[in-house]
Nanobody, 126 residues
Framework: QVRLVESGGGLVQAGGSLRLSCAAP????????MGWFRQAPGKERELVAG????????TFADSVKGRFTIPRDNAKNTVALQMNSLKADDTAVYYC???????????????????WGQGTQVTVSS
């Protein structure tokens, strides 16, 4: 079992930035694909951004392309979600997730992510 811990959520004004971080204390995630999902009230959970284990492949939801990045540091065993130009529609609980299959490409399906963090709230005020 891998425990994922998110940090960095909070309240920000529209147009601002936030950086979420995900770590796996005591475990290595360098061989896992990693994803950030979000779920807003009344909506389904969706993949916001994902990165392959090597970092060679990334994918983003259309709604965040050009605004979000997903840097990972395998040496530090962390993955982040850098969110810029935030909008009210970005308000949601954000989850870090790990895909242990080590796929070359990023999976968009939540079913392929075996490990999940507890989630962190991001609220963007308009």
């Amino acid at each position: 079992q891998v425990r994922l811990v998110e940090s960095g959520g909070g309240l920000v004004q529209a147009g601002g930035s936030l950086r979420l971080s995900c770590a796996a204390p005591g475990r290595t995630i360098s061989t896992y694909g990693m994803g950030w999902f979000r779920q807003a009230p009344g909506k389904e959970r969706e993949l916001v951004a994902g990165i392959s284990w090597s970092g060679a492949s990334t994918t983003f939801a259309d709604s965040v392309k050009g605004r979000f990045t997903i840097p990972r540091d395998n040496a530090k065993n962390t993955v982040a979600l850098q969110m810029n130009s935030l909008k009210a529609d970005d308000t949601a609980v954000y989850y870090c997730a790990a895909d242990r299959q080590g796929r070359v490409f990023v999976s968009r399906s939540a079913e392929n992510y075996e490990y999940w963090g507890q989630g962190t709230q991001v609220t963007v005020s308009s």
